[in-house]
């Protein structure tokens, strides 16, 4: 049997469930898709960090050594920020590897051009675990715009900020006790800013933006607001009156071809396609010419939603070399 050789780029959370679950599936992808994937590499910051056995694997702080692994076919990134992301997707998709990214504040910039890039060397790029984690929301939209125009994109892209708000809400608990609650139960991290502020579910934005119509909005002239200054007051007022607090990341466009871009807390009552979404989960509500409004639902974010996604686009991306479609 053919053996695909593969390296992971970061071993942190998400890193660590792309390793285990391609060892859970390795037979299941073996015999769905005629090849043995193997890692050759794992990238990490700090050699000397304690971290689970990887046997056989080569663990190295150096770049140079995943291009260096023979036969290397697909590069799952999984680190944070700008860079060194970037550069380090560049230079595998000029070697000729098929990559696989969670990095959404590295993609939301740079989405246009690595897909340009990709296309010249002619490989592919999954990026489904940037957005909105385990909800299925970029393989939809792919599949919805080969028929259907987009015109306005809602989204919960942001479980840590829904959470606060849904314990708020039902638990009568202030800001502050429900973001520390938050922290306790590993939702939100020790520094919460991206999460509370919008800034996470911006960069999502941006790259739901990108896909449904191919540009992006100034990103200067994108209003976006956390939910730092919802009170409780101010949740139990609007919780009198029927409605819920939600935050929102939603981009329009108009007619003229204009994008209108905002992030932030939006008070939705019943009918509205995101009022039911609790908890940690994510929605993302897509308003289109023939389907109309359709929602999908589901885990944002976690060891395994995002890990599990990875390892779809990598099957969907090697079953499109073959001529066919995997599922697992």
Do not use: W
């Not at 998400?14 to 015999?31: F, M, N, P, T």
């Not at 590295?106 to 051009?113: A, E, N, T, W």
């Not at 209108?260 to 009918?271: K, M």
């Amino acid at each position: 049997m053919a053996k695909l050789r593969a390296a992971i780029l970061g071993y942190g959370t998400v890193g660590q469930g792309i390793y285990r679950i391609l060892q859970d599936k390795r037979e299941e992808l073996q015999r769905s898709l005629g090849l043995d994937i193997e890692v050759g590499a794992i990238l990490v910051n700090d050699l000397e960090k304690p971290r689970p056995a990887t046997p056989g694997v080569l663990i190295t702080d150096k770049f140079d050594d995943i291009l260096a692994i023979p036969g290397l076919q697909v590069v799952f990134e999984a680190i944070v920020g700008e860079d060194p992301a970037y550069g380090y997707l560049c230079q595998a998709i000029d070697k000729g590897c098929h990559v696989i990214t969670a990095n959404k504040v590295m993609f939301s910039r740079y989405h246009i051009d690595l897909h340009e890039r990709a296309k010249s060397k002619g490989v592919y790029i999954g990026y489904e675990a940037t957005t909105a984690g385990g909800v299925p929301v970029i393989k939809t939209l792919k599949n919805l715009l080969q028929v259907n125009t987009v015109h306005r994109i809602q989204g919960i892209l942001n479980g840590t900020s829904n959470y606060i708000l849904t314990s708020m809400r039902t638990d009568n608990s202030a800001f502050d006790a429900a973001l520390r609650d938050a922290q306790a139960l590993g939702y939100a991290e020790a520094d919460p800013y991206n999460d509370v502020s919008g800034m996470d579910a911006f960069h999502k934005l941006m790259i739901l933006s990108a896909l449904a119509f191919d540009k992006q909005p100034e990103r200067s002239e994108v209003d976006v607001r956390g939910i730092d200054t919802i009170t409780l007051e101010d949740v139990q007022r609007a919780q009198s009156e029927g409605l819920r607090y939600r935050h929102v990341a939603e981009i329009v466009q108009h007619p003229d071809g204009r994008l209108e871009a905002s992030v932030g807390p939006q008070l939705v009552g019943p009918d509205h396609p995101l009022y039911a979404i609790e908890g940690v989960n994510n929605a993302v509500a897509v308003d289109t010419n023939y389907i109309g409004t359709l929602t999908l639902v589901g885990p944002g974010a976690g060891m395994y939603p995002t890990a599990s996604v990875m390892v779809e686009d990598y099957a969907e991306i090697i079953g499109k070399r073959a001529g066919f479609m995997i599922s697992i």
